[in-house]
């Protein structure tokens, strides 16, 4: 089963099934990022951060621990549903499409661990740098969380199988237009299911091509979650801090 009337990542991303796939997320190495990337940008006790895409709220959550003034938005109203519960006086959960200008500004605004590169659309991924462009304060920064390209596809894993919760999610890896293309087939209580992820396989160079076309300068590029410097062959991340 497949939902095609609604665009790959507005469903999959929504199901319990991506949950169950993904639930081995490091948290710990989460939340040892945040509190680089915090100390890194020196933000202002009590900043307002702003995670764009921020699925069921693992990197808010903690940075709300960290004293700061958290939102976190996101397309998928399973997720958000989910991460409200958390929510206290300085930890909101909101539906928003991050395309768009979120309509407050912010000390920093996050899209972390790869929510970039969705859209199929050029106009859109260039829209999602304007909207947090307009998200951010005059001293604000802006910080992309994105897969190193080369090094995903230099790696990728063709085809193997992997079993959570008794479900065997088949996963077959491929590099299609530009887009590292993911299907995963599974079955689950007699009924099989396909989903596919799309991810524009984006370099430093296309960011550097985006960023100049939003307007936003570039201040510094990081390889991993301790802050090491980027490589483009060997790093396992891009993460990009920018104005
Ligand atoms: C790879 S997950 C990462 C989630 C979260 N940042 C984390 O690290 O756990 C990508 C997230 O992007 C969200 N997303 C996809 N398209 C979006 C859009 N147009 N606007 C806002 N969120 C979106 C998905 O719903 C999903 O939660």
């Excluded at 190495?29 to 951060?49: D, G, S």
């Excluded at 790869?114 to 947090?132: H, P």
């Excluded at 993911?182 to 596919?196: L, N, P, V």
Aim: net charge negative; aromatic share 16%.
């Amino acid at each position: 089963m497949t939902n095609s009337t609604k665009k790959w990542y507005a469903s999959w991303f929504d199901t319990p099934f991506y949950h169950i796939l993904y639930k081995d997320r490091d948290y710990a190495e989460a939340e040892t990022f945040m509190t680089n990337l915090t100390n890194y940008l020196n933000l202002p006790e009590q900043a307002k951060v702003l995670d764009l895409a921020c699925g069921k709220g693992r990197h808010s959550i903690f940075l709300n621990t960290l004293g700061y003034n958290v939102i976190g938005a996101d397309l998928s109203e399973n997720s958000i549903a989910f991460a409200k519960q958390f929510e206290n006086e300085t930890l909101h959960f909101n539906v928003h499409n991050m395309c768009k200008p979120y309509g407050e500004t912010f000390d920093a605004v996050f899209n972390l661990f790869t929510s970039f590169g969705y859209f199929e659309n050029e106009i859109d991924n260039l829209s999602t740098i304007k909207a947090i462009k307009a998200n951010l304060n005059e001293s604000g920064f802006g910080v992309i969380d994105f897969m190193n390209s080369n090094y995903v596809i230099d790696n990728l894993v063709k085809k193997n199988t992997k079993t959570v919760d008794g479900i065997d999610f088949l996963q077959e890896r491929r590099v299609e237009n530009g887009y590292i293309v993911k299907d995963i087939s599974f079955t689950f209580e007699d009924e099989d299911y396909h989903f596919q992820e799309r991810v524009k396989a984006f370099t430093l160079n296309d960011f550097e091509k985006l960023f100049e076309k939003a307007g936003v300068y570039l201040l510094d590029v990081f390889g991993d979650y301790k802050l090491n410097k980027f490589d483009a062959k060997n790093s396992e991340r891009l993460i990009m801090i920018f104005k």
